[in-house]
């Protein structure tokens, strides 16, 4: 089993910015791609961001420009630098990572506010 751990959501300020870090523990042996989607209220669970063990990365094209994915293989940890941050960003953000299956995240509540 893995376990995703979330942390860094909050309540900001359109224009804001957020850091968002999701650490894998457990039986990690290789974490091909990780990422993160988000959930609002009412709506189905969206992907924002995807990176590769290798760095390829996909955006959906509502965050690009303004959101950034990156991770450290060492650490097995995923993050998500969201910039210019807007009140439609508001959601529940889950990470996501396959480690020979579907793992997910607690979840972790970001809310912008206009």
């Known amino acids: 089993q893995v376990q995703l751990v979330e942390s860094g959501g909050g309540l900001v300020q359109a224009g804001g910015s957020l850091r968002l870090s999701c650490a894998a523990s457990?039986?990690?042996?290789?974490?091909?791609?990780m990422g993160w989607y988000r959930q609002a209220p009412g709506k189905q669970r969206e992907s924002v961001a995807t990176?590769?063990?290798?760095?390829?990365?996909n955006y959906a094209t509502s965050v690009k420009g303004r959101f950034t994915i990156s991770r450290d293989n060492a650490k097995n940890t995923v993050y998500l630098q969201m910039n210019s941050l807007k009140p439609d960003d508001t959601a529940v953000y889950y990470c996501?990572?396959?480690?020979?299956?579907?793992?997910w995240g607690q979840g972790t509540q970001v809310t912008v506010s206009s």
């Open positions: 996501n990572a396959w480690e020979g299956k579907n793992y």
């Open positions: 457990g039986s990690v042996f290789y974490l091909n791609t």
């Open positions: 990176i590769t063990r290798s760095g390829t990365t």
